[in-house]
């Protein structure tokens, strides 16, 4: 027996270190932390500020010995959401990879109502300003740029502070039914304008049914400007 355990110590002795090598628990928190900070680094020269805390990795997770260093990346958009995933993986001899979910919170800039607006009232400048939101809170997204609003109509009331987002927002009626338009077909090569009567309400980028005053055929474009429609030819 005494003979039997000398070989095996011997024989142990002879295998390659890394045989017992593996990437522990606290190996793929570090990867998902130096990740996390690199982002955190990058957005704060955004003019964003994060916090995050890396979630719960089991202590006793042993994967394969990873030759090349750990991979990382977001399963999705960070900016969308509190709780993103980073995706650790190894792509050595033996492939392997594992979900690592964090707790995050991220403010910046993002334009808000100055006071209380309501349903149909058109934004200006004046009527929004910019302060500093939890931008991640809202998977609606936020909009930061007041010239992106300026002339939009509010679908619904809100309060002051309320954070501006894009589901908020519709584009005026840019050609109301009756108006005499400028009728636009146009091609790759060339295009032609004549005049015509909408025949239904429309925004920048919806359609309508357009009549020609000319040959009083009727058919569907899209509003480009305010009294313009487009059809393709």
Known sequence: MRTIFLAMIGFLAFLPINAWAETTGDDIRKAATDFLQQWVRQESGEGYRVEFEVGHIDSRLALADCKEPLQTSFTGDPLETTRPSVLVSCVGERPWRMYVTASMEVFGPALVASRALARGERLSAALVET????????????MENPEDVAGMMMRRPVQAG???????????????????????????????????????????????????LRSARRVRGTVVAKGRVEIPM
């Open 162 to 212: 309320t954070v501006i987002t894009a589901d908020l927002l519709e584009a005026p009626i840019a050609v109301e039914r009756g108006d005499h338009v400028i009728i636009v077909a146009r091609s790759k090569n060339f295009s032609i304008s004549s005049r015509g009567v909408a025949q239904n309400s429309g925004a920048i980028g919806e359609q309508v049914t357009v009549e020609n």
């Open 131 to 142: 302060q500093s939101v939890q931008v991640n809170a809202s998977r609606k997204g936020i």
